[in-house]
């Protein structure tokens, strides 16, 4: 039955939300679409609703496609698989906390890795049942320190979640490759760009890890690409190419040098060049040796400092540090750690001071460029004072490399001689081989061919259900209002009734009823005593991409079709417009399912675009 606009649960704003910081939040809220509860809590209102149950009926169809079977955990978890894995205390204060009648402690999923991994393991225990590849769509609650821009960050939100289960690594590298591609057919028919990126693979076992990010300016991930080889990556997961190390032999012995008042970067590189000229170049930041501490708060509690040796023009970048150190978090390294660590002098620490063989003991990490036999002005650990020409490997070691410093446009590319740039997306959908980290913890082995006892191999796979709506919203809007594509719209055609006569309302509910009768959903704006001013205004801002707009037309015999997404409209003789009107849904509808990007790593201008063709 076709809706109508008279009866339908909606109220569309002329207003932007005070709290919308982003389009596709404030076009969802004003069309009617989602409604806030509380920060990061929203509610699906019947349009909306329709949009979300598309996204989900597209995953469904490709997730199935792969052979991999739908189940449903409950989101009212017992901690103790979660104490298992170490992620009860990880998940620190992202994670819903809750107790039970008897005390007993509770937790809203934020992810459901432990409940597949226990599940498999409590059915299934030999080779034979494998590989088996299962998932669910399914509420998530995360409480996220910024929600953010409406159903694009929410602390309840809907996931799609998919792990395989392989015997070996071959295995996971094949479902592994299923899921990648079924994640590409998705996103294509979502109908947005996007891009896969490398991403961080995690410490235990991870191997191969790729996000596919929805290109958005407003997105939150930042990633860069390389336009000679195609190489992207997320910026945490950027690895910097290591120079060749320098022999030692020949290199002229370090000195301490009076530098007075130069705590900062730049004023070292004035007071070098003024005091110590070079023959060869001036003195640039990148010959200093910066070194930052930091204070790492573990899960179990702990606190740890921690430094990094980063030359001189890099900041160290809070979202890489942030990846290589997980699950600690990065504290700022306050006045009171100062005072508790006198051998650190603020401004002028140097590599003499770090380390497991330096004065304070505090662990320190370089970045991957600072190589064997490299000269650095770094700092002496006196007040106004900084040694010149400091030998790595040579007059300093450190316990490790990080790669912590910023990547920036116009770096070298990891893989061939072109440089990189820089872009921002949202995080749509992340394909990760997991490995045996939760296998190992959670004991799910299986008997292999030879009778011997295996740790099964895991790879998870997440899609944003509830995201998608906003980025594609994000992806599929104008000035006007939203612009969804065909696969995605809440209804296939919008019908507009307008003016007074009678005629009219009765010919455009039999047009609507004509077209659900083949299959085409219909939304008829049959309001009396609205003018066609505001029922444009509204079918504009709910985006359906073909509207049908009956009115004055009618006597000669004709009516108004528009496109939403060229907003070009045509007449179209009312007894030709059910078929017109079908063939274009279908056709369309068809094209769009088969088009599309090809979701190459890298392809960033192209991939996706073609998903997109027409409908932005
Ligand atoms: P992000 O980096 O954006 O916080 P994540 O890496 O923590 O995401 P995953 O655990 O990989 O997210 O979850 C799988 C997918 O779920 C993500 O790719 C994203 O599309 C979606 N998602 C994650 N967090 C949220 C959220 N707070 N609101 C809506 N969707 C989310
Ligand atoms: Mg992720």
């Known amino acids: 039955m076709a809706l109508h606009m008279s009866s339908l649960f909606l109220r569309t704003l002329r207003e932007d939300p005070a709290d919308a910081e982003v389009p596709s939040h404030r076009l969802l809220v004003r069309a009617g679409y989602v409604r806030r ?3 990061g809590i929203y509610t699906w209102l019947p349009l909306g609703l329709r949009v979300l149950r598309n996204v989900e009926r597209i995953v469904r169809e490709e997730m199935d496609a792969i052979g991999a079977q739908e189940l449903l955990f409950p989101a009212l978890l017992p901690k103790e ?11 620190g204060d992202n994670i819903f906390r809750l107790h039970d009648r008897k005390g007993a402690e509770y937790l809203l999923g934020p992810t459901h890795e432990e409940m597949f991994t226990l599940t498999v393991k409590d059915l299934f225990s030999s080779y034979k049942d494998l590989p088996l590849s299962i998932y669910q769509i399914q509420t998530k609650y995360r409480d996220e320190a910024r929600p953010r821009a409406g159903v694009l960050r929410g602390r309840e939100f809907v996931m799609k979640d998919s792990y395989s289960f392989d015997v070996d690594e071959a295995g996971l590298d094949k479902s592994y490759q299923a899921h990648r591609d079924a994640y590409v057919r998705i996103f294509d028919r979502l109908g947005f760009h996007y891009v896969i990126v490398e991403a961080m693979a995690g410490a235990m076992g991870g191997s191969k890890s790729e996000e596919f990010l929805a290109t958005a300016e407003v997105g939150e991930d930042t990633y860069v690409h390389c336009a000679s080889c195609g190489y ?35 004023t070292l590189v004035a007071h070098l060049n003024e005091r110590f000229p070079r023959d060869d170049r001036p003195w640039a930041a990148g010959d200093t040796l ?15 400092p921690l430094a990094i040796g980063v030359p001189g023009d890099r900041e160290v970048d809070e979202k890489r540090l942030g990846a290589q150190v997980e699950p600690a978090e990065v504290e700022a390294f306050t006045e009171a750690d100062f005072t508790a660590n006198a051998a650190l002098v603020k401004g002028y620490i140097g590599p003499g001071a770090l380390g497991s063989e330096g004065s304070t003991g505090i662990r320190y990490l370089l970045d991957p460029r600072v190589v064997e036999g490299t000269a650095w002005v770094t700092g002496a650990n006196e007040p106004g004072r900084h040694v010149v020409g400091l030998v790595a490997g040579r007059d300093f070691t450190a316990d490790g490399t990080i790669e912590a410093a910023e990547v920036r446009p116009g770096d070298a590319c990891p893989r061939c001689d072109g440089t990189l740039e820089a872009a921002r997306g949202i995080e749509m959908g992340h394909v990760f081989q997991l490995g045996r980290k939760y296998a190992e913890a959670l004991d799910l082995k299986v008997l292999d061919q030879n009778g011997k006892l295996v740790t099964v191999v895991m790879g998870s796979y997440g899609v944003g259900v509830s995201r998608a709506v906003a980025c594609v919203a994000e992806g599929n809007h104008d000035e006007l209002g939203l612009v969804w594509p065909r696969e995605l719209s809440p209804v296939d055609v919008h019908v507009v009734a307008t003016g007074k006569d009678e005629e009219v309302f009765v010919k455009a509910e039999e047009i609507a009823r004509e077209l659900e009768a083949h299959g085409v959903s219909a939304l008829v704006d049959d309001r009396r005593g609205v003018s066609p001013g505001v029922k444009f205004k509204d079918s504009e801002l709910i985006g359906v991409p073909t509207i049908v707009v009956v009115g004055r037309g009618l006597a000669d015999g004709q009516v108004e079709v528009k496109d939403r997404r060229t907003n070009e409209r045509r007449s179209v003789a009312v007894d030709d417009v059910v078929p017109t009107v079908v063939a274009e849904v279908r056709g369309t509808a068809s ?10 790593t890298g392809d960033t201008g192209a991939t996706g675009a073609t998903a997109t063709d027409g409908e932005a």
């Open 37 to 39: 509860v509380s920060p």
């Open 591 to 600: 094209v769009a399912g088969v088009s599309g990007g090809t979701g190459d």
């Open 81 to 91: 698989p979660f104490e298992a894995t170490g992620r009860w205390t990880e998940y």
């Open 232 to 266: 992207a990556a997320n910026v945490e997961a950027v690895r910097v190419p290591t120079p060749d190390p320098v022999p030692l032999d020949g290199l002229a012995a370090a000195h301490v040098e009076d530098t007075p008042d130069t705590p900062t970067i730049e």
């Open 290 to 304: 910066k070194n930052v501490v930091v204070m790492l708060a573990h899960p179990d509690g702990t606190r740890e």
